[in-house]
């Protein structure tokens, strides 16, 4: 029968709760029957708490529970998936404060879900065995359910992972790389970086969007004792927690992560404070991250700058539509709609609001990099009702919308400049509305696929223009990678991270808007001045800017930080 088909009648002597009898279809149990409280007290006959951590499968009358509190003065789970017995039961109400903040109670009535509860408790109690305590009657009650948690927990009582699982890292020439992996779009790039250089990986999908798939704990766990990585990698900290049970996972573990910041550490890590940890290196595409990420708490953190893919992006004659011949061209997000989007779910305070177009504006011109630190410094007003903001994530929110608004400002300021030479602007048609007035002086094409379609796109320009968004005050994108790795000449603002990366000679930088009409201009007028550059650059890239080039950096500094442990 169904276990959710059981009627349970409460059995009372004096109005005190003797047992409990559970009626099914031509069936009825009781819960404890002529044993009374001992056929209860009985499942603890066996029990050795040394080191391990019990889970009494049931609440039942409480007799068992109250019992394992005095004998054990540890955390205890309970696994009661009949809220009508709890209900009927009230053991809960007799249980001291004290007792009651030991106890890890789970409610799920899915037996994984479950399980995966309980492996999260495990790991936050020094990932000991975990021990079942069998009540019978639950057994006979919901076999399916009981059963198999009786069976997973045996298990796991009788088999040392944590043991099997720690192991020495680094102790290998090449050393094996675990890629907590998703949809994110350089994963690919680091797979095939694992490939060209020869490193042993493998790979634990983490889910797409803000939570992963419930299987991951399992998956990862499994993956760590089998293949027997030296360390996990991540982009964005894809896969961890805001919790903070995959660090907890890695400390036990002895296995570091190395997360590569891709995107601004700033606008992602807030959510993450529980997950400072010494097993975590922090890698982070923009220099001027690293100390406020060391003043932050991450022990670990070094400057890792973005790359390209030279396979994908090379020289290809293959043939493209006419409409994207181009003597100038720009690539990118208007940014209207991203903002708008951001305003819209953040529910903001109208009187914040009302700031929000002028401290965007002073932030797009400002140098510093922390929107929290600008306001605080140059709008105090501002600051101040951004700080009343209910928290953390509402915060950050709004830091979001304020960076992603200065890029839209900025973006459209240099776009601008570009006009009067009719250029091509690739994106979506917030571009349509911002330049409303001047529709006859630019073409436009809707967004095409960066990997795709975008490596021929760029050979097509005799200029290719960037821009740099404002997340990213002084570090460089991935366009100037791109471009000179397809043989293409780009044309883009100087970035002070740019110098330890390209000789002047080798990329064509503006420093002002005022400047880009001229230079413009010049290099439309000397295309061998052009083809030079695009040579130097494009040897340049070849040479030291790679993805392979940077995962081998990220993997010394692994060895470095961690080849000891």
Same mark, same amino acid.
């Given at each position: ?14 109005? /005190? ?31 050795? =708490? ?11 009358? !409480? ?10 003065? !540890? ?14 039961? /009230? ?25 995966? $509860? ?26 399916? +359910? ?14 040392? &992972? ?15 790389? #675990? ?6 779009? $350089?994963? =690919? ?7 060209? @250089?020869? @490193? ?8 797409? =969007? ?34 903070? %049970? ?14 590569? &910041? ?8 807030? *959510? ?12 982070? +595409? ?14 670990? %953190? ?15 004659? *293959? ?10 061209? &720009? ?20 009187? $914040?609001?009302? /700031? ?17 630190e600008f306001l605080a410094e140059e709008l105090p007003e501002t600051y101040a009702i951004y700080m009343k903001l209910p928290g953390n994530e509402d915060r950050l929110a709004f830091e979001t919308a304020i960076t992603w608004q200065a890029t839209r400002l900025y973006r459209n300021g240099l776009v601008r400049e570009i006009l009067p030479f009719h250029p091509l602007i690739v994106g979506d048609r917030g571009w349509l509305s911002e330049f409303r007035t001047q529709r006859k002086e630019f073409g436009h094409l809707d967004t095409i ?6 490596? $021929?796109? +760029? ?14 005050? !002084? ?5 100037? &990678? ?18 330890? #990366? ?11 808007? *005022? ?38 950096? #990220? ?11």
């Amino acid at each position: 029968m169904k276990a959710e088909s059981w009627i349970f009648e409460p059995v009372e002597d004096d109005g /005190h709760l003797k047992d409990i009898i559970a009626h099914g279809d031509n069936k009825s149990l009781a819960m404890l029957g002529p044993g009374g409280p001992e056929r209860e007290r009985a499942a603890l006959k066996k029990f050795d =708490g040394s080191g391990k951590l019990p889970v009494l499968l049931g609440l039942g009358l !409480g007799h068992a529970l109250r019992d394992l509190l005095k004998i054990h003065q !540890g955390p205890i789970a309970v696994v009661e998936k009949f809220g009508a017995l709890e209900k009927l039961a /009230h053991v809960l109400d007799d249980i001291s404060a004290g007792d009651r903040e030991r106890l890890f109670i789970v409610r799920e009535a899915d037996a994984k879900k479950a399980l995966s $509860l309980l492996t999260h408790w495990q790991n936050s109690n020094d990932g000991l065995p975990m021990l079942p305590i069998v009540l019978p009657f639950y057994q006979r009650l919901d076999r399916e +359910y009981y059963g198999a948690l009786r069976q997973n927990l045996e298990a796991s009582a009788k088999f040392d &992972f944590w043991g099997r699982a720690r192991a020495p890292r680094f102790t290998t020439a090449t050393p094996r790389v #675990l890629l907590l992996t998703s949809k994110y779009f $350089l994963m =690919g790039e680091l797979e095939r970086a694992c490939q060209k @250089l020869s @490193l042993p990986y493998n790979l634990v999908i983490v889910g797409d =969007g803000e939570v992963g798939r419930e299987d991951f704990t399992s998956e990862f766990l499994q993956a760590v004792l089998e293949f027997k990585p030296d360390f996990c990698l991540t982009l964005n900290h894809l896969g961890v927690d805001v919790e903070g %049970v995959l660090m907890d996972m890695l400390a036990r573990l002895n296995l570091p992560l190395a997360s590569w &910041f891709v995107d601004n550490p700033h606008l992602i890590i807030h *959510q993450y404070r529980k997950c400072i940890s010494p097993w975590t290196a922090i890698f982070t +595409y923009d220099e001027d991250n690293v100390p406020t990420l060391k003043k932050s708490g991450f022990a670990h %953190v070094r400057y890792l700058p973005l790359g390209t893919d030279v396979e994908r992006f090379r020289p290809s004659s *293959q043939p493209v539509p006419p409409a994207w011949n181009a003597d100038i061209s &720009f690539v990118g997000n208007s940014m209207i709609e991203k903002v708008a989007a951001r305003l819209k779910k953040g529910h903001f305070p109208r009187e $914040l609001l009302l /700031h929000f177009k002028k401290a965007a504006s002073a932030y797009e011109a400002s140098s510093e990099r922390s929107v929290a630190e600008f306001l605080a410094e140059e709008l105090p007003e501002t600051y101040a009702i951004y700080m009343k903001l209910p928290g953390n994530e509402d915060r950050l929110a709004f830091e979001t919308a304020i960076t992603w608004q200065a890029t839209r400002l900025y973006r459209n300021g240099l776009v601008r400049e570009i006009l009067p030479f009719h250029p091509l602007i690739v994106g979506d048609r917030g571009w349509l509305s911002e330049f409303r007035t001047q529709r006859k002086e630019f073409g436009h094409l809707d967004t095409i696929s960066y990997y795709s379609q975008l490596p $021929l796109f +760029y050979q097509h320009s005799k200029i290719n223009f960037n821009c740099t968004s404002k997340q990213m005050k !002084g570090a460089v994108n991935q366009r100037i &990678f791109d471009v000179p790795a397809t043989a293409s000449f780009v044309l883009t603002d100087w970035r002070p991270q740019m110098e330890a #990366l390209f000789e002047p000679s080798e990329m064509a930088c503006y420093h002002s808007a *005022q400047e880009i009409p001229e230079l413009v201009k010049h290099y439309l007028s000397h295309p061998e001045e052009r083809e030079k550059m695009i040579h130097a650059a494009r040897k340049r890239v070849l040479a030291e800017h790679k993805w392979e080039n940077r995962l081998q950096t #990220l993997v010394a500094s692994m060895r470095e930080i961690y080849g000891k442990n």
